[in-house]
């Protein structure tokens, strides 16, 4: 949806080549950004209940599962959801994640917004200091602020996040979070107090210094850290950590010993030196995915009718096929005019 809605608001901005910069048209384009960003929130924020009720509830159903897989019988498991507490759990993380996608479509409102009042603004100097037609100096005007994605958000060091960018680590965080807490209260509910974080190989050092690690829901087991927020899974945006009822009773002498040894020592890099070397080439792939993404939104920007598609674009480049050193040419043209 976010993507979507990026991709339609720049082409709000993008219509304004046409030389059209009466106050009447801007006027005309905020109250359609208005619309479409209204448009969004709420369509966002019904498939968020659906999507987080429906995570909720699988994270239930695993707890269930986990505790059945110990020996106990399913007729001895209280699988309610129907309390207010359960309600109460899902409907908050909603909540949550309904405040982050009201912020992001206002900086998307804003942000398109301001292109447009900048457009006619550089327009008009562009026009004046070098006697340019209006129709081009709006041209130029338009590919110099449509080179990048709608704002999401504005991060505390000032970077600018792209809205669909921002809300898909919004949404992923939440969506695990609905699943943790679904398992957790599902625990909690049937007297099960410790939980296991699962241990993934390649991942950051954040959550390596947490993972692979049983804790204790309520803090009374002292053998085991306490499961405060800080320690819950997900970690942060696109976390792949969860947790899962973990029964000692069932577990090997070796392994509780071995558990114990590690969960004492929080803080500490779990990860082998070839899991973290793999880590830093997945995330230097990640960068250059980015840079591709933002070279065609460049592209895009100054040749809308030329660049093709970010898949088939992407494609081009990676194969640097006749097509897309073609449009290399042709942008770098366009740029020096």
Not at 24 to 31: F, G, I, S, T
Not at 174 to 196: C, F, P, S, W
Request: proline share 2%.
């Amino acid at each position: 949806m976010f993507s979507e809605t990026d991709e339609h608001l720049r082409s709000l901005v993008q219509q304004l080549e046409n030389g059209n910069l009466s106050n009447r048209r801007v006027e005309q384009l905020n109250h359609e950004i208005e619309q479409i960003v209204a448009n969004l929130a709420e369509r966002a924020g019904l498939s968020v209940a659906v999507l987080f009720g429906n995570e909720y509830r699988a994270g239930a159903a695993a707890a269930i599962n986990q505790m059945i897989a110990g020996g106990r019988a399913k007729q001895c498991i209280n699988t309610s959801l129907k309390s207010l507490y359960h309600q109460q759990a899902a409907q908050a993380i909603s909540d949550e994640a309904f405040y982050s996608i009201l912020e992001c479509t206002d900086h998307m409102a804003m942000d398109t917004k301001q292109r447009i009042k900048n457009a006619v603004q550089l327009a008009n100097e562009k026009s004046l200091t070098l006697g340019m037609s209006r129709r081009e100096a709006t041209k130029q005007a338009v590919a110099e602020l449509n080179t990048k994605g709608i704002t999401g958000i504005v991060a505390k060091n000032g970077a600018e996040i792209p809205a669909d960018k921002y809300m898909a680590g919004v949404i992923h965080y939440h969506q695990r979070k609905a699943h943790v807490t679904g398992t957790e209260n599902m625990a909690i509910q049937n007297g099960y107090d410790l939980v296991y974080v699962n241990y993934v190989g390649i991942t950051c050092e954040h959550c390596a210094r947490k993972q692979g690690r049983v804790y204790s829901l309520s803090g009374n087991d002292k053998r085991w850290p306490h499961m405060t927020d800080e320690y819950k899974p997900p970690y942060h945006s696109h976390c792949v950590h969860s947790m899962s009822i973990w029964i000692e009773e069932y577990q090997s002498l070796e392994e509780v010993e071995r558990l114990l040894d590690i969960s004492s020592r929080l803080g500490e890099e779990t990860r082998s030196e070839q899991h973290i070397k793999r880590y830093k080439e997945l995330q230097r792939q990640k960068a250059r995915a980015n840079e591709t993404r933002k070279q065609w939104m460049r592209y895009k920007a100054v040749l809308p009718i030329d660049t093709p598609d970010l898949r088939t674009f992407a494609n081009q480049k990676a194969r640097k096929v006749s097509s897309y050193i073609e449009l290399q040419e042709l942008y770098r043209k366009q740029k020096t005019k």
